[in-house]
């Protein structure tokens, strides 16, 4: 029997709030970075044989050829249903549709006369995605992150994955098939923080990518920031950690689907937080009744129960200080349910991804509604954004100035260099207007002289 305790936000200090919206510790946090960095140092050092190693420890198989051949690929197709693959279909186009509008357009203009600026895209090289496996395998994060590699027409895409049980090539085949739609063929499985650290630095099999992208778990997530970090290693898409979700809610809301909200994060897994901020007591109260009413059906039961344990049931005065709870928590994922969700939607500016209306529920996002589920959360919504196209883009500048434009704008790039005292700055322009100060006085000098007749 699921019993949340129903906090009272007015009647909480600024500590007592503070400690309500805290996130739950992670699991050896303390020791986490330290284990981290032996994996990617033995991956780095040893390459494919670390690899191996760490799939005999950590995923109990005994052997691993690492790549997935094509064989080994349209082996594990042909147990697909029909069904299924008419699924990863739509959601695939759905995806596609709202990843193409997103296709980046470069810009070229003067700034001056004489003085011509761009702002250029150019898609990364190369690109591994690493998608989560284990009890859980995610076709749908494969769609989330390959579809936009495939728009931007990155010249290498990378997977990584877990290893499958009994042996390491199998491979869930829904995540295979819509690789296979997303134009993926370079397929390996290994996963955890020795995934990252191979995409980030190469072995033997695995060439080195400049970028990685996608979701894990809290040694992936360690090692992402620690590669991202290194010069010598790859970017990364975000900082990210156990998923969440935040309802609001209030009396015109059904109980019954919030709490099927709310159970929908909490399966996956242990560490992850639901919340869910309300006006109504009515509203809270029957929403729990329903959550223990669904619970009983549900497979991973034990895992939403786990995660229920660290989570939070606030009654407000209004709604419109439930949106400030909403945006001190800064959420992964926002679910509105109210008679005013379009006034209220305005005033949540904290949150990676919003659901609007009784229609709406999150595992649209997460599937075929066609927006990107990658999102950063732990609050990092405040300062990241959710998974886009331009995310497979580095954009950089060009400039080309003439004569004229030189002349225009040298005087005051001298002064504001003079200013910082990087005299060679300064000095860099002066030799420009010194020479085209002599080729003018030259000019002038040429037609002066005067031409004899005959």
């Known amino acids: 029997m699921l019993e949340v305790r129903i906090s009272v936000w007015a009647e909480l200090d600024e500590d007592g709030k503070k400690r309500l919206l805290a996130r739950p510790k992670l699991k050896n946090a303390d020791d986490l970075p330290e284990q981290v960095c032996g994996i990617i140092k033995a991956v780095r050092n040893t390459g494919d044989k670390a690899l191996r190693f760490y799939s005999q420890k950590f995923d109990a198989v005994d052997s691993n050829e690492l790549v997935l051949s094509d064989a080994l690929q349209q082996q594990q197709l042909a147990k697909l249903t029909a069904e299924c693959k008419a ?26 006369p004489g003085v011509l600026c761009e702002l250029k895209h150019a898609a990364f090289d190369s690109v591994g995605l690493y998608i989560p496996g284990g009890s859980a395998p995610l076709p749908s994060t494969v769609l989330m992150l390959g579809v936009p590699a495939q728009l931007a027409n990155c010249r290498r895409v990378v997977l990584v994955t877990p290893p499958g049980q009994p042996k390491a090539s199998d491979i869930a085949p829904e995540i295979i098939y819509a690789a296979q739609l997303c134009g993926i063929s370079e397929i390996y499985t290994v996963g955890g923080a020795q995934a990252i650290a191979a995409l980030a630095y190469g072995t033997d099999s695995i060439a080195k990518v400049d970028k990685i992208f996608g979701p894990g778990n809290r040694y992936v997530t360690e090692a992402k920031q620690q590669v991202g970090k290194d010069p010598l290693g790859a970017a990364i898409d975000m900082p990210a950690g156990p998923s969440e979700v935040l309802v609001i809610a209030d009396e015109a809301a059904s109980p019954a689907f919030v709490a099927a909200d709310l159970l929908s994060q909490a399966e996956h897994g242990v560490d992850s937080q639901v919340m869910l901020v309300s006006n109504s007591q009515e509203l809270l109260d029957n929403t729990m009744q329903a959550m223990n009413e669904q619970l009983l059906k549900l497979p991973r039961a034990m895992i939403a129960k786990k995660a229920i344990d660290h989570s939070r049931f606030i009654l407000t005065a209004d709604l419109e200080t439930a949106a400030k709870v909403s945006n001190l928590y800064a959420p992964e994922h926002l679910i509105i349910q109210t008679n005013q969700d379009q006034q209220l939607l305005p005033k949540l500016t904290n949150a990676a991804s919003i659901f609007v209306g009784a229609w709406t529920p999150e595992s649209a996002g997460d599937y075929a509604s066609g927006t990107n589920h990658v999102l950063p959360t732990y609050g990092y919504s405040r300062t990241h954004s959710s998974l886009s196209l331009l995310d497979f883009y580095r954009r950089y500048t060009v400039q080309t100035i003439s004569s004229q434009g030189i002349k225009a704008i040298g005087p005051a790039i001298i002064t504001l260099a003079s200013a910082e005292g990087l005299t060679a700055h300064a000095n860099a322009v002066k030799v420009r207007l010194t020479a085209l100060d002599k080729q003018s006085k030259h000019s002038s000098e040429f037609k002066q002289v005067p031409v004899s007749s005959k």
């Open 87 to 112: 699924a990863i279909d739509l959601a695939y186009h759905n995806i596609r549709t709202f990843h193409s509008a997103q296709l980046p357009k470069d810009i070229k203009l003067e700034t001056s």
